[in-house]
């Protein structure tokens, strides 16, 4: 399933703390809503994720869980649990929360991820 593939390419464009390939997986009108700021840009995606990256280094991001809740021929949305790990400071963290993640197709049927809900547990 493509839409399958577009969470796994996300979760490694995500690991590799450069925008460039994250912005590959993203619609050009995503949407996100993080847990302390919402982004209604790509170039405002790519500061928050940016900056994330320089606060946590070394940062992985997982996603555990995948629960597919919605799947037609034009979209489909997931929810899981992210997790993270990295370096804060020079110390080790690690958290989870919970994600909502909707991809749509696109005209050359490529999945792209149009909105990200990231909260707490």
Do not use: P
């Not at 370096?87 to 490529?110: H, L, M, P």
Request: hydrophobic share 30%; charged share 25%.
């Amino acid at each position: 399933m493509g839409y399958e593939r577009a969470l796994e390419q996300y979760i490694s464009a995500t690991n590799t703390h450069d925008f460039n390939n994250v912005r590959k997986i993203l619609h050009e009108n995503a949407i996100y809503w993080f847990s302390d700021k919402t982004c209604t840009t790509n170039s405002g995606i790519q500061r928050y994720f940016e900056n994330a990256w320089n606060l946590i280094k070394e940062e992985v991001y997982s996603a555990e869980d995948v629960k597919w809740i919605t799947v037609d021929e034009g979209s489909a949305t997931c929810i899981y649990t992210y997790r993270y790990k990295g370096y804060y400071n020079d110390e080790f963290v690690s958290g989870s929360g919970r994600a909502t993640n909707v991809f749509i197709k696109v005209d050359d049927g490529k999945w792209k991820l149009i909105h990200e809900h990231l909260s707490s547990l």
